[in-house]
C-alpha cells in the first residue's frame, strides 16, 4: 500500500538532491545522469539476486510424488 511521503521524507529528499548535485559540481544534468546510471545499476543488481534466489527456490522444492 502506497504511503504518501511525511515533512521529513520531503527535507530528506532535498538534502539527498542538494547533495547529489553538490558532488556533480552543481551540474543538474550530470546529477540526474548519476542518478539515472546509478538506479540502473541497482535495478540490474536485484535482477540477478532475484534469479539467484528464483534457481535456488526451485531447487530446494522437494519433490512429490503424484499417486
Known sequence: MFTPA??????????AVDSAIATCGG?????LKALIIANEYLE????????EVSAHAVIAMPRRDVA
Not at 44 to 51: A, F, K, P, S, Y
Open 6 to 15: 511525511t515533512q521529513k521524507d520531503i527535507d530528506r529528499y532535498d538534502r
Open 27 to 31: 551540474d543538474l544534468r550530470g546529477a
Open 44 to 51: 540490474e543488481e536485484l535482477r540477478q539476486v532475484l534469479d
